[in-house]
């Protein structure tokens, strides 16, 4: 079982995330931070020695599972994917 980590964007250069397990409440909530990336790191580094993946969500839209150490190492670079899949038309 993966946490699933849904960033959302609050307003324009606000975002925040929640991270739960399966179908449970939110268990982890952080607001206020200022980018995609930012939440990615913030996030990881709350799972990084738990979970190896986590899967990803942008306002609940299903993004895929990722590695932690990529949320956290590779962070600029894995905003970035998420952002050209967020602009991609959902299928």
Do not use: Q, W
Request: overall charge negative; glycine content about 6%.
């Amino acid at each position: 079982m993966h946490p699933h980590v849904d960033i959302t964007k609050i307003a324009e250069g606000e975002y925040g995330y929640s991270v739960s397990m399966a179908d449970a409440d939110k268990r982890h909530v952080r607001e206020g931070l200022a980018s995609i990336a930012e939440c990615l790191h913030d996030a990881a580094t709350a799972l990084a020695g738990h979970f190896e993946i986590a899967v990803l969500s942008f306002d609940g839209r299903p993004l895929g599972a990722y590695h932690v150490a990529a949320m956290e190492h590779r962070t600029l670079a894995l905003a970035e994917t998420l952002r050209l899949r967020l602009a991609a038309p959902a299928a």
